[in-house]
């Protein structure tokens, strides 16, 4: 084999070793790529859409209502579970449904984006200061903070804000 071929391989290694670690890199640090394996964020996000979320989202603002995110499930002891929900309370919210709406201190939130009405009576729920209550859109269909052991998403669970559906059509997450 030529020098000439050694050196077109060794340059063909280096740069797919080069885009191997920098994918690495990026999905560790700046993104996370993840499958939505149920329907707990319809209409928003479909059942086997894949998105993308900015761990970079939060390093400067704080969460707020109403944004959608990927966090570690916190009945998950190993933290190896990922959730996609949106958060509704906020640390010292008070947080309730009733008669198919969500009220938050009181006051009915207004929810453009849930796919129906939420059945059934929840709550009240205390956020404690510093912790997310997290609802799926498709609240019928959603095991989210209501159910939960450990009802409450803490800031260091949270791993990105939710931007980007890029499977089946794009679509800008809000």
């Known amino acids: 084999m030529s020098s000439t071929v050694k050196k077109e391989i060794f340059s063909w290694i280096k740069t797919i070793l080069l885009a191997v670690v920098l994918a690495g890199l990026v999905n560790t640090f700046l993104i996370v790529n993840a499958q939505v394996p149920t329907g707990s964020m319809e209409n928003t996000i479909m059942t086997g859409d894949r998105i993308l979320a900015l761990r970079t989202s939060y390093w400067f603002d704080e969460p707020q209502r109403g944004d959608v995110i990927v966090f570690r499930y916190p009945d998950d002891p190993e933290g190896k579970t990922l959730y996609v929900k949106r958060i509704?309370?906020?640390g010292g919210d008070v947080v309730e449904v009733e008669n198919g709406n969500v009220y938050i201190n009181g006051s009915a939130l207004e929810e453009p984006y849930i796919k129906e009405i939420t059945q059934g009576n929840f709550g009240p729920y205390?956020?404690?200061e510093g912790s997310y209550f997290m609802m799926g859109d498709n609240r019928n269909r959603s095991l989210d903070s209501r159910y939960w052991e450990n009802q409450y998403v803490e800031p260091d669970?949270?791993?990105?804000?939710?931007?980007?559906?890029?499977?089946r059509g794009f679509k800008w997450i809000s």
């Open 88 to 90: 509704i309370g906020m």
């Open 126 to 128: 205390e956020v404690p």
């Open 157 to 167: 669970a949270i791993l990105g804000k939710v931007v980007l559906r890029y499977f």
